[in-house]
């Protein structure tokens, strides 16, 4: 509980030595939730939002002898010129897009480059464009520097699909860009071709960006094709492309991510880089080149289990009382919802207290869906199934009106 208060102190601190801008910093949910569940016992986490499989031995390797052969120092300020090189290639044999070096940009995981991104556009009176619910990032660091959020809601009923048109009808004199992020953190949603390609070529034409969050991109069931902002743009004049290692390689703790965009989108921010991180870390850039380079099983293999636990949770969330879903065909969470009306961050709470099971609310990703809960399935099969043991007839027993 002593992290709470810390927390607290900090957020609600008037202290004029901080910038008001932190201020725009909510306090995270998840953090909520995961520091009260380490005073529990016999929690089981539906709440991680990172992959629970080992990275591929190959490239650990990779990392290891990075160290050993003293890789150690800074690499160029673009990042490590062979990564840099399978980056462009990899892309470029997966979108049939040529993509040169100049294009990418290395940075310290996807959040680096979503920081960058959007505290390199963001300036008061600029509209950006944010499906809600979203990735918690986005908008804080976007009204951080004066931006205006402009949310476009998704429902559950609508599997969480982004209205093509309604982003459309959110664009105006001052949208500067839109943020996409398929398949999404918190709802799994994967959207299709149509959507990203009416999105983009709107965008294009009234010169908007779309700035893309791809960290789940290999994370997509059922064989479905994975439509990146990449395969739908005619160039890159107004598209930021942004993924990592975190996910796909399960490499989060390796902090490896980077950016796509024109050679001079990438230029002005190398130099921005230059002031936050300087470089990524030089051995997790190599066992990125092995990754790249190695053999795609780990991928296949994981994907097929998150495929399993995808279904049956879809199953369990079915069988729950006052809980509604839908089948997300990407990334590893399900965001069902509760009752119009209900607020999910007190049944998060009580069901955590009641019976151990960790999950996020729904209004730690915006204000739309309130009623929601997000449920990671990166967790074992075993551990699902126990903790929808404890789920279901606690829901039974909830009277919700
Ligand atoms: C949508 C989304 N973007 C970015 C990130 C951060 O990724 P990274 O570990 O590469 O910084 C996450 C992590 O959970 C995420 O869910």
């Given at each position: 509980?002593?992290?709470?208060?810390?927390?607290?102190?900090?957020?609600?601190?008037?202290?004029?030595?901080?910038?008001?801008?932190?201020?725009?910093?909510?306090?995270?949910?998840?953090?909520?939730?995961?520091?009260?569940?380490?005073?529990?016992?016999?929690?089981?986490?539906?709440?991680?939002?990172?992959?629970?499989?080992?990275?591929?031995?190959?490239?650990?390797?990779?990392?290891?002898?990075?160290?050993?052969?003293?890789?150690?120092?800074?690499?160029?300020?673009?990042?490590?010129?062979?990564?840099?090189?399978?980056?462009?290639?990899?892309?470029?044999?997966?979108?049939?897009?040529?993509?040169?070096?100049?294009?990418?940009?290395?940075?310290?995981?996807a959040t680096e480059a979503i920081y960058l991104a959007l505290t390199a556009t963001s300036a008061p009176g600029r509209e950006f464009i944010v499906p809600d619910p979203s990735f918690m990032l986005y908008g804080p660091l976007i009204r951080m520097n004066g931006g205006v959020v402009k949310t476009v809601p998704t429902r559950a009923e609508d599997n969480h699909q982004l209205d093509p048109q309604a982003v459309i009808d959110a664009m105006g004199p001052n949208t500067y860009a839109v943020i996409l992020n398929s398949p999404s953190n918190p709802t799994g949603t994967l959207y299709p071709r149509e959507t990203i390609e009416t999105i983009v070529e709107e965008a294009a034409y009234r010169g908007i960006y779309v700035i893309s969050d791809e960290v789940y991109d290999h994370l997509i069931y059922d064989k479905r094709e994975y439509p990146s902002v990449l395969s739908c743009c005619s160039d890159l004049d107004h598209v930021m492309v942004i993924s990592s290692f975190s996910k796909t390689f399960s490499m989060a703790g390796m902090r490896i991510g980077w950016l796509i965009a024109s050679q001079g989108a990438i230029k002005k921010l190398r130099r921005y880089h230059m002031f936050t991180t300087t470089v990524a870390n030089t051995p997790c850039q190599w066992a990125g080149v092995a990754a790249l380079r190695g053999s795609r099983d780990f991928i296949d293999n994981m994907v097929g289990e998150y495929q399993q636990r995808r279904d049956r949770l879809v199953e369990l969330v079915e069988q729950t009382p006052h809980l509604t879903g839908y089948r997300p065909d990407g990334a590893f969470y399900l965001f069902p919802s509760l009752p119009e009306g209900v607020d999910g961050a007190n049944v998060a709470l009580k069901l955590l207290k009641e019976t151990g099971v960790c999950t996020v609310s729904g209004d730690t990703f915006g204000e739309s869906c309130r009623n929601a809960l997000r449920i990671s399935y990166s967790t074992s099969l075993e551990q699902i199934e126990a903790a929808f043991d404890r789920l279901i007839p606690w829901m039974e027993k909830q009277q919700f009106s």
């Open positions: 509980m002593g992290n709470i208060n810390l927390d607290t102190d900090f957020y609600e601190s008037e202290d004029p030595i901080w910038n008001p801008a932190l201020l725009t910093i909510p306090v995270p949910g998840i953090r909520r939730m995961v520091n009260l569940a380490a005073n529990l016992e016999d929690v089981i986490h539906l709440s991680i939002g990172q992959p629970d499989f080992k990275p591929p031995q190959h490239v650990i390797q990779a990392g290891v002898d990075a160290f050993q052969a003293g890789q150690t120092g800074y690499t160029m300020d673009a990042g490590l010129p062979e990564l840099l090189e399978a980056l462009a290639e990899y892309y470029g044999h997966r979108y049939q897009r040529p993509l040169l070096p100049e294009n990418i940009i290395v940075t310290t995981g």
